[in-house]
């Protein structure tokens, strides 16, 4: 994949892009936009197992939301600010922050599944920033996972424990990389909602 900085984005790139629909993925970093590519299909098929997971155990016992793609900014005039996370977690409380095109402010989770050479790492800032308590990083080809925990102001690298589990303390969620490049997952204390995704 070729990297590359357009200084000047004509309007007219901008204008094909959404009448081709291949911008819905796009961000804007501070009036800077940064156009990806849509997921591919290991990408999305995971996603989708991921939120249903969590839309079935986590939401459900917490009575929280799941959403996928949505428009995070930290401000009300969100055009010129915000990120697409793959998936966000809010609880109930966090409802308030929902608007129709975007979320203002920081939900309890954000998940990246990051794809080569992407901009995962590069959104940490700005989610520590927004007080987002955590993000989930999940590499889309091996499934392997990383937890950054908000600390002081800053996204920090959390350590799995002996049993080589990541634990989210923000959501009572656990996951590891598993055997066959699958990822385990389940909440705690309750081993029946383990499951390894992707599912086939």
Do not use: C
Not at 20 to 48: C, L, R, S, Y
Not at 97 to 104: E, F, S
Not at 117 to 126: A, H, I, V, Y
Not at 166 to 195: C, D, H, M, Q, T
């Amino acid at each position: 994949m070729m990297r590359g900085v357009m200084l000047d984005v004509p309007v007219s790139l901008l204008d094909e892009r959404r009448r081709k629909g291949i911008d819905k993925f796009d961000e804007m970093w501070e009036g800077v936009v940064h156009m990806t590519p849509a997921p591919n299909i290991k990408h999305q098929d995971f996603e989708f197992e991921l939120e249903a997971w969590l839309r079935n155990h986590w939401a459900a016992r917490s009575s929280g939301d799941v959403f996928h793609n949505v428009n995070v900014s930290d401000r009300e005039n969100w055009e010129d600010n915000f990120r697409i996370p793959d998936l966000v977690l809010l609880l109930p409380e966090q409802r308030a922050i929902l608007r129709d095109t975007h979320i203002l402010g920081a939900p309890l989770v954000v998940v990246e599944i990051r794809s080569p050479g992407d901009e995962s790492f590069d959104k940490l800032p700005f989610y520590a920033q927004l007080g987002v308590s955590e993000m989930w990083i999940i590499d889309r080809d091996t499934n392997v996972p990383e937890l950054f925990v908000l600390s002081e102001g800053r996204n920090e690298p959390a350590m799995p424990g002996e049993d080589g589990w990541l634990v989210s303390n923000a959501s009572a969620v656990e996951f590891k990389s598993v055997a066959n490049a699958k990822f385990g997952i389940r909440l705690a204390e309750e081993p029946a909602s383990y499951r390894e995704l992707p599912g086939r």
